[in-house]
């Protein structure tokens, strides 16, 4: 497996560029920089294209963007590469090409702005992130009628109800849908206790077509 991060720090401008990888001295293929420029890396079947004339169009005022779309355009082969771009003013450029062999993609707006422990706070919301993409996916699965899926997909860890309401409630949904009315009734209840401001907006569900309504009654009855 190969990853990589390419950062700018917004206080003082300082760029920096690390990656990881099973393949021999991937330091010296993947990570390019320019001081005062920008940082590219590029991998999957890496083209040095995307470094060597990469910086040289940040250099020349591109942004990382611009950069990178111009240089996808000459590429013959661009849905073998992955591609990230940061320029000197904190612009972002990313792209993952569909011939990428699987899993494959990417992610650059990772920020903490201010904690003393920035990665573990960084991991922290990398965490997270994946727990809500995931309780998405799996709420999407059960309006779809596919109860099976989307009870696989749901994370095993639950959320606190009063850090993010939404969540606890489309998990409730999933669980309900998919048979397990009592967890779901639990977590609904706790809901309740710890977000109320959050039930009114959740028992609109039914109103907008996405839940029955006597489900969330029984899930969320009115005291």
């Given amino acids: 497996m190969t990853y990589s991060i390419v950062a700018r ?7 920096g560029i690390a990656t990881q990888s099973q393949a021999f001295s991937v330091g010296s293929s993947v990570s390019w920089a320019a001081p005062g420029h920008g940082v590219i890396a590029t991998q999957s079947m ?3 294209m995307y470094g060597e004339l990469g910086l040289a169009g940040l250099s020349a005022g591109l942004t990382a963007q611009e ?31 569909e011939a990428c062999v699987a899993a494959a993609g990417h992610c650059i707006d990772l920020r903490v702005d201010d904690h003393p422990e920035p990665l573990v706070e960084l991991r922290r919301l990398v965490e997270h992130t994946w727990r809500y993409h995931q309780t998405v996916e799996a ?12 009870l696989a997909a749901l994370p095993d860890e639950a959320v606190d109800p009063a850090m993010d309401p939404d ?11 998919a048979g397990d009315e009592t967890a779901a009734a639990e977590l609904a209840q706790a809901l309740m206790s710890a977000a109320p401001k ?8 039914g109103a907008a077509g996405l839940m029955d309504q006597a489900l969330i009654d029984r899930l969320l009855p009115r005291q």
């Fill in 9 to 15: 720090d917004a206080a003082d401008g300082h760029m």
């Fill in 46 to 48: 890496g083209e040095p």
């Fill in 67 to 97: 950069a990178l779309t111009s240089l996808k355009s000459v590429d013959p082969h661009p849905e073998r590469r992955q591609v990230a771009m940061v320029d000197a003013h904190g612009n972002v450029a990313a792209y993952t090409g």
């Fill in 139 to 150: 709420f999407e699965l059960t309006l779809n009628g596919h109860a099976a899926e989307a």
């Fill in 167 to 177: 969540l606890s409630w489309w998990r409730a949904i999933v669980l309900a849908n």
């Fill in 198 to 205: 959050y039930v009114e907006a959740a028992r609109r569900f």
